[in-house]
C-alpha cells in the first residue's frame, strides 16, 4: 500500500512538473506520457527510426530502459514484467525488420491475455506506402495479434492515444496494443498537455455480472452431487485470488487450476487437485469427466484442456465466467454464461453461496483419486532425472520463487512438480507455446520484482533462441537463476514421435548444442553442471548463495516422457499413464 501511495505520488509530482504548457517534441511527449502512466522500465532496442525518441531519453535520467540484445527478447522481457507485477509491459523497437521481430512477442501476448503497450517507429508520414528503406505494415501485419493499434500521424494526437493505450491494454480483457510513431511525428513539435480523460468510442468492457445469473449458479451449487471448480488464468489477471479462495472454501468445491491459472489458488489446500488436460493429473481430468456442475472461472476451454470436445464434461451443466462475452459458447456449449470481471463476479456471488452439502461422497472420491494417483516418474541414483530436479527446486524454495519457462517438457514438469503458493509466481506462454520465452521472461520479472528470486528453466533447445540476453543478466547484474534441462534432444517433439509416430525420430537430436557452461562464461555470467544428485545439490546451493546471475546446466536423461498424456482425438480421461 505504502509503495502504490509514493508511486502515485511521484505521478503527481511529475505532473505539476510539466503542468504549465511547454512546446517540446513528439518523442518528449511519448517519454513523459510513459512517466505519467507510471512505467517504471521500458524494454527495447534503437534503430533509425526511433532515433529521436532515443536522442530525446539523453536528458530525461528518470526514463528508466534496459537495452536488450534483439526485439524479441525486448517483448518477452516486457511481456514477464507485465505478469510479474500486474502493470502494463512497455517495449519499443524502430521499424521495419525492427518491428516485425516483434510479431512472436505480441502473438504471445495476445493469446494470454498480457498488458502491453507496444511502441514502434516507423518511416516519415511522407514516405508511408512508397517502400521505404525500412518500411513495414506493422499495424497491418499485427491486427489479428492486438487488442488495438494506432498509426499516429499528428503529433498532437501522441497524448491521447498514449493514455487510451494503456487504458485499452489494461482493462476488460487485456491485451497489447501497439502504437505506430512515424519518423516525422517524434521530431515534430507542439504543446504538450498531460491526457486526463479517456472516452474510447465503442469499448465498455461489462464488468459487473447479471445478478439473476448469478442466483442461477447459487442454486446450482446447493443442488450439485458432484461439483467441480476449473480456474484460469483470469483469476490471477484480474487480481481475484483471495475471492477465488473464499468462493472454494464456502462452498467446499475441489477445484483445478490451468497452466495459466497456476498460482491462483494454493497447490497445498486439500481441495486442490492439480493442472487438468493434456498432462494433467488423473484426478483433475476424471473430476472434469464425472462432475455434474463445472463451474468454469477465468479460463477458454482451450483445446488442451478439453481434449475431443465431443466427449468433454458429458455430464456436467456447464457454467462460464469471463470477461470477455466472445469466450462464451465459442468452444463449450454453455448452461449459465456469466459475463463480467472475475474479481467483481467472485465478490457478489460470494455472500449468496453456501457449502454444498450433497457433495460428501464427491469430495471423498476425487482424494481417493489424488492418493492414488499421484505424478509418479522412476527415480535413479546413477542418471539425473528432470522431474527430481524440478522437486529440488521446489523444496528448497518452499515453492516462493517467481518460476519462468521456455516450451516443451521441461516446462510441463515445471508444472507438474513446482508447488506455487501465490498468484504471479509463475510465468509461461500458454496459449502460443512460444520457444525462446523463458530467459528474457525471467529478466522482466526480476526487473519487475527485484526482491523475489526469479528461477528461469529451460530446455536444452528454447534457450539456444534467446541465449543473447544472458549479456543483459551480466551488464545489469540480475540475478536470475538460469536452470537448463539439457536432454541433448527437443524433448516433447521426441515424445510425440516415441508415441504417436511410430518412433520415427526426425530432426531433433541438439547434439552439436555450445557448452552452456563456457557460453555463459562467454557472457560473464557464473555456469555450473551437474550430472547426477549430488551435483546438483551441490550446483544449487551455490547458486543461490551467489548474488547474481548463474546458469545451472543439468544433463539429465533423454528418454524421460511427461506422464500422464492425453493423446490428440482422445477424451481428458483417457490417459497414458506411462510405465509407473
Excluded at 94 to 120: E, R
Excluded at 352 to 358: E, F, G, L, P
Excluded at 563 to 573: A, E, K, L, N, R
Amino acid at each position: 500500500m505504502s509503495e502504490k501511495k509514493t508511486e502515485l505520488t511521484s505521478i503527481e509530482q511529475l505532473r505539476e512538473k510539466w503542468m504549465k504548457p511547454e512546446v517540446i517534441s513528439g518523442s518528449e511527449i511519448l517519454l513523459r506520457s510513459l512517466l505519467l502512466e507510471g512505467v517504471e522500465c521500458v524494454f527495447g532496442y534503437p534503430g533509425g527510426a526511433v532515433l529521436y525518441i532515443y536522442d530525446a531519453m539523453y536528458n530525461y535520467k528518470e526514463f528508466k530502459h534496459l537495452l536488450t540484445r534483439h526485439e524479441q527478447g525486448a517483448i518477452h522481457a516486457a511481456d514477464g514484467y507485465a505478469r510479474a507485477s500486474g502493470e502494463v509491459g512497455v517495449c519499443i523497437a524502430t521499424s521495419g525488420p525492427g518491428a516485425t521481430n516483434l510479431v512472436t512477442g505480441i502473438a504471445t501476448a495476445y493469446m494470454d491475455s498480457v498488458p502491453m503497450v507496444v511502441i514502434t517507429g516507423n518511416v516519415a508520414t511522407t514516405l508511408i506506402g512508397t517502400d521505404a528503406f525500412q518500411e513495414a505494415d506493422i499495424t497491418g501485419i499485427t491486427l489479428p495479434i492486438t487488442k488495438h493499434s494506432y498509426l499516429v500521424r499528428d503529433v498532437e494526437d501522441l497524448p491521447r492515444v498514449i493514455h487510451e493505450a494503456f487504458h485499452i491494454a489494461n482493462t476488460g480483457r487485456k491485451g497489447p496494443v501497439l502504437i505506430d510513431i512515424p519518423k516525422d511525428v517524434s521530431a515534430a513539435m507542439t504543446m504538450f498537455k498531460p491526457s486526463e480523460t479517456t472516452n474510447v468510442r465503442g469499448y465498455s468492457p461489462c464488468t459487473v455480472p447479471n445478478k439473476l445469473q448469478l442466483e442461477k449458479l447459487a442454486e446450482a451449487i446447493s443442488k450439485a452431487e458432484r461439483p467441480y471448480i476449473l480456474a484460469g488464468g483470469g483469476v490471477i489477471y484480474s487480481g481475484a485470488h483471495d475471492e477465488l479462495y473464499e468462493f472454494a472454501t464456502r462452498s467446499d468445491i475441489p477445484i483445478t487450476t490451468t497452466l495459466l491459472g497456476l498460482g491462483g489458488f494454493p497447490s497445498g489446500h486439500e481441495l486442490w487437485t492439480g493442472m487438468p488436460g493434456m498432462h494433467g493429473t488423473y484426478a483433475s481430468n476424471n473430476a472434469i469427466q464425472q462432475c455434474d456442475l463445472l463451474i468454469n472461472i477465468g479460463a477458454r476451454f482451450d483445446d488442451r484442456v478439453t481434449g475431443k470436445l465431443n466427449g468433454f464434461a458429458p455430464h456436467a451443466k456447464i457454467v462460464h465466467i469471463d470477461i470477455d462475452p466472445a469466450e462464451i459458447g465459442k468452444n463449450v456449449a454453455v448452461d449459465i454464461p456469466i459475463v463480467g470481471d472475475v474479481k467483481t463476479v467472485l465478490e457478489m456471488i460470494n455472500p449468496m453461496v453456501s457449502r454444498a452439502n450433497k457433495a460428501d461422497a464427491w469430495r471423498t472420491l476425487i482424494q481417493q483419486w489424488k492418493l492414488d494417483y499421484p505424478f509418479r516418474y522412476t527415480d535413479s541414483e546413477e542418471v539425473l532425472k528432470p522431474q527430481w530436479v524440478i522437486e529440488m527446486l521446489n523444496e528448497t524454495t518452499k515453492g516462493e520463487a517467481i518460476v519462468t519457462t521456455d516450451v516443451g517438457q521441461h516446462q510441463m514438469w515445471a508444472a507438474q512438480y513446482y508447488k506455487f503458493n501465490k498468484p504471479r509466481s509463475w510465468i509461461t506462454s500458454g496459449g502460443l507455446g512460444t520457444m525462446g520465452y523463458g530467459l528474457p521472461s525471467a529478466i522482466g520479472a526480476q526487473m519487475a520484482q527485484p526482491e523475489r528470486l526469479v528461477i528461469s528453466i529451460n530446455g536444452d533447445g528454447g534457450i539456444q533462441m534467446c541465449s543473447q540476453e544472458l549479456a543483459i543478466c551480466a551488464i545489469n547484474n540480475i540475478p536470475v537463476k538460469i536452470v537448463i534441462i539439457n536432454n541433448q534432444v527437443l524433448g516433447m517433439v521426441r515424445q510425440w514421435q516415441e508415441l504417436i509416430y511410430n518412433n520415427r525420430y526426425s530432426h531433433i537430436d541438439l547434439a552439436g548444442s555450445p557448452d552452456f557452461v563456457k557460453l555463459a562464461e562467454a557472457y560473464g555470467v557464473k555456469g555450473l553442471r551437474a550430472t547426477n544428485k549430488e551435483e546438483a545439490r551441490i550446483a544449487w546451493q551455490e547458486a543461490l548463495d551467489t548474488p547474481g546471475p548463474v546458469l545451472l546446466d543439468f544433463v539429465v536423461n533423454k528418454d524421460e516422457n511427461v506422464y500422464p498424456m492425453v493423446t490428440q482425438g482422445s477424451t481428458i480421461d483417457q490417459m497414458l499413464m506411462g510405465d509407473e
